[in-house]
């Protein structure tokens, strides 16, 4: 998939990557035989955030700023 999303689709994708787990939380310990099924889906939505012009490092900081540490650079 190489077209991007509408604005609102979009929005909705960003709302939940916030709440997905992190790459780094997911081991077999965790999740168990899922766990790589996990990091794909990961993946895979990442690669969207990315093809819209989204960085995924910084969508939870704009899907909730007032959660999200200050810079220092």
Known sequence: M?????QSSLNAL???FTYMP?????TK???GDRYQ???DHIETVREIL???DVDPDEVSGEINPENSPNSTY
């Open 29 to 31: 310990f965790e999740y």
């Open 22 to 26: 992190k790459s780094i939380e997911v």
């Open 2 to 6: 190489s077209e991007k999303i509408n």
């Open 37 to 39: 099924k996990i990091l």
């Open 50 to 52: 990315l093809l819209n």
């Open 14 to 16: 960003k709302i939940a």
